[in-house]
């Protein structure tokens, strides 16, 4: 009286497989996202699969799945088919399940964490940001997620982190985002003003599960407050993802920062970070996906003219150019007009682009503008720039020779 769980398994492969659409009828189905439509087995369908080179038919009788395999080839290939099946379906079962949000919480009952839903609608399409750079964001996620039995023979943690950095409204939160929805992993937003020590973020990490997104944002201003809970020790320990008790839980650690240079360079050590992207703002490619998700716009007659403002640099995040034309996104030429306006008034002075204190790390503000220097002359009298050892991590930032 028992599910069949292979009977379920088996189910969602076939129907994963592209020959379920060589059928000449098929049952459709309305999926759960939105404007999905699922191809469904049709009785007596045959499926064909190829397996280590051998041929595979699957018969649907009356939802009976019947398997058929040459005799030869079944002594090979039918316990690692099965196998095959197996992994597989838990992978598209993985995919389509419910993401969640948790939120660490300082009562500590019930666990450390408290979870909601995660329908954060941001994806990669919708993230401005470089085409090349995106395009080897996601090249490297997906080859982290192949690596599984690589960083298991090396015997070192499976997980992959990156830094975000660059100005407020630049598409960070969104682009954590992007990257749960990507994956489909969970999300843990660690708030560290509610973590009480060390041991405290130990613990939240042991009680995360595996295929999750483990985010700290803001972690160079948590890191300059001098009265925080959690030492540096314990963050750079928490990191290092020492404690995570089973190795083939993959995590991707995510790390939002205004700028990384006031950043003791331990945190940046290669190993600790793998990735470095960085969030300038808003340039006219940005515009241009802003404008087309935001207005639908693929062109327009201003864009010349607000092209030619952003070639004398802009100081606008596309957060705040983004508000600006869902204000008017009745009238996409009022919204340009009003981008326009916008970027000329920010521009008035603020464009400027020498920086002659920052020496070896400018390159980082090149692109930022104003709101670097004026981050920067914040700093600058506070804290003594640490000579930035050569970082050997993935800098996936375009711009780190440019500016000075
Ligand atoms: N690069 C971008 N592409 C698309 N939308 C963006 C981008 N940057 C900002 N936005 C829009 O602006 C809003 C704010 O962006 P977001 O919260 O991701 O910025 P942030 O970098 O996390 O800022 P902060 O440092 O203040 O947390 C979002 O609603 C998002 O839609
Ligand atoms: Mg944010």
């Not at 038919?57 to 009976?64: L, P, S, V």
């Not at 399409?125 to 470089?130: D, V």
């Not at 020492?242 to 190993?271: Q, W």
């Not at 639908?296 to 100081?315: A, C, M, R, T, Y």
Request: hydrophobic share 35%.
């Amino acid at each position: 009286m028992q599910r069949n769980h292979l009977y379920h398994k088996v189910w969602v492969y076939l129907n994963s497989l592209t020959s379920v659409e060589d059928s000449d009828f098929t049952n459709l189905f309305t999926g759960k996202k939105p404007n999905e439509i699922v191809l469904r087995l049709d009785p007596n369908q045959i499926i064909e699969d190829d397996f280590l080179g051998a041929k595979i038919f699957w018969i649907n009788e009356d939802n009976n799945l019947l398997l058929k395999i040459r005799k030869a080839d079944k002594r090979r290939v039918l316990r690692p088919y099965l196998q095959h099946i197996h992994s597989v379906s838990d992978d598209l079962e993985d995919q389509k399940r419910d993401l969640k949000l948790y939120m660490n919480v300082v009562d500590n009952q019930k666990g450390r964490w408290r979870s909601a839903p995660f329908t954060h609608p941001s994806t990669f399409e919708t993230i401005a940001m470089e085409a090349d750079l995106k395009n080897k964001v996601k090249s490297d996620l997906e080859s982290f997620l192949k690596a599984k039995q690589y960083y298991h023979r090396l015997g070192r943690v499976w997980k992959r982190s990156y830094l975000l950095y660059g100005p407020s409204g630049t598409g960070k939160s969104s682009f954590i985002a992007a990257l749960a929805n990507f994956l489909s992993y969970d999300v843990y937003d660690i708030g560290l003003s509610k973590v009480s020590d060390d041991s405290d973020l130990k613990l939240l990490l042991l009680q995360s599960t595996a295929k999750s997104v483990i985010v700290i944002e803001d972690l160079d201003r948590y890191l300059s407050e001098k009265s925080t809970a959690s030492s540096l020790s314990g963050i750079l320990n928490f990191m290092d993802g020492i404690l995570t008790s089973s190795c083939g839980n993959e995590r991707v650690m995510v790390f939002t920062m205004n700028g990384k240079d006031h950043v003791d360079p331990a945190i940046l050590r290669p190993g600790r970070i793998d990735v470095h992207i960085h969030f300038p703002l808003c340039d006219f490619t940005a515009f241009k996906t802003l404008a087309n998700n935001y207005l639908g716009l693929k062109d327009h007659k201003l864009f010349p003219q607000v092209e030619e403002i952003f070639q004398n640099g802009s100081s606008l995040s596309p957060a705040e150019i983004g508000e600006l034309m869902i204000a008017n996104r009745n009238s996409p030429s009022r919204a340009l007009k009003s981008v326009i306006n916008a970027l000329q008034s920010e521009g008035d002075g603020r464009s400027s682009k020498s920086l002659d204190e920052g020496g070896e790390t400018s390159g980082v503000f090149g692109k930022e503008g104003a709101n670097a220097v004026k981050e920067f002359k914040k700093w600058y009298g506070l804290l003594r720039v640490k000579s930035s050892r050569k970082s050997q991590s993935l800098d996936l930032s375009s711009d780190q020779k440019e500016g000075g």
